[in-house]
């Protein structure tokens, strides 16, 4: 890889997470056209979910005495089987049907996130199907953090349980595709040594993006980051090759 892709994707990274770590939502999916502009389609979510791991293991970690393991648990019971399904499907399926797959899952996030299904209770007995969904989608278009937010928040979990029980499941779901994504040879050494600088810069990112959300009306903010999945969803569909 050259110097200019490699740039444009910690910068990227950096502003992405930055984003994610103030809206709460959509990091992964913003980053997810330059990634496919850096390394191509197959590579990119591979990297994108190493990168996503040690993001989500961090949290997972500080705010280990604040996980719900029951619900934690019943959502892996869907969501460890259906990522390696998932994983699996992706591995077979070209690179800009995939593509073409997220534009349309970014669109639909969007639309979701404008109707009251985002503030609807949730009760636990939807948990493991919810989690299902989520580990599918996440192994075939890259990630499925916004459903897995309305998810957990709709159980009613202290902000700071959110935070926490939804990381250690990303963390699981991460694992499982990068085991199938290895086994299929899609995790190179390139991917690793550019996925540990992506966690990095995502990481700091993450802490910028705090440090903003004390600052500037959360609701505003929210509606620029829809903007810009609107985008990402635009140019996947338009320039999916």
Same mark, same amino acid.
């Given at each position: 890889?050259?110097? /200019? !892709?490699? &740039?444009?994707?910690? #910068? *990227?990274?950096?502003? $992405? ?9 959509? @990091?992964?999916?913003?980053? /997810? !056209?330059? &990634?496919?502009?850096? #390394? *191509?389609?197959?590579? $990119? ?9 040690? @993001? ?16 934690a648990l019943l959502f892996c019971v869907g969501a460890i089987p259906a990522a390696l ?27 979701l996130r404008r109707t009251k299904f985002r503030n609807i209770a949730m009760p636990e ?69 550019i996925g540990a600088l992506l966690s990095l810069v995502m990481v700091a990112g993450s ?35």
């Amino acid at each position: 890889m050259t110097w /200019l !892709p490699l &740039a444009a994707l910690l #910068v *990227g990274g950096y502003a $992405a997470a930055t984003i994610s770590g103030a809206a709460g939502f959509g @990091g992964a999916l913003l980053l /997810l !056209p330059i &990634a496919t502009w850096a #390394v *191509g389609a197959k590579e $990119a979510i591979p990297l994108l979910t190493l990168g996503q791991l040690v @993001g989500n293991l961090s949290r997972a970690t500080l705010g280990w005495r604040l996980i719900r393991w029951k619900p934690a648990l019943l959502f892996c019971v869907g969501a460890i089987p259906a990522a390696l399904v998932g994983a699996v499907l992706f591995v077979a399926v070209p690179g800009a049907s995939i593509l073409r797959s997220v534009g349309v899952f970014l669109i639909l996030v969007v639309l979701l996130r404008r109707t009251k299904f985002r503030n609807i209770a949730m009760p636990e007995s939807v948990v493991a199907p919810g989690g299902f969904v989520v580990g599918f989608l996440s192994a075939v278009v890259g990630s499925a953090g916004p459903l897995g937010a309305m998810l957990f928040l709709g159980l009613g979990l202290p902000a700071g349980a959110y935070v926490a029980t939804e990381a250690v499941t990303a963390v699981a779901m991460h694992l499982t595709k990068s085991t199938v994504y290895s086994s299929f040879s899609l995790v190179t050494t390139q991917t690793i040594w550019i996925g540990a600088l992506l966690s990095l810069v995502m990481v700091a990112g993450s802490w910028t993006g705090k440090k903003i959300i004390e600052s500037l009306p959360k609701d505003k903010f929210e509606l620029v980051v829809e903007l810009l999945l609107l985008s990402s969803a635009t140019s996947l569909l338009i320039f999916a090759r």
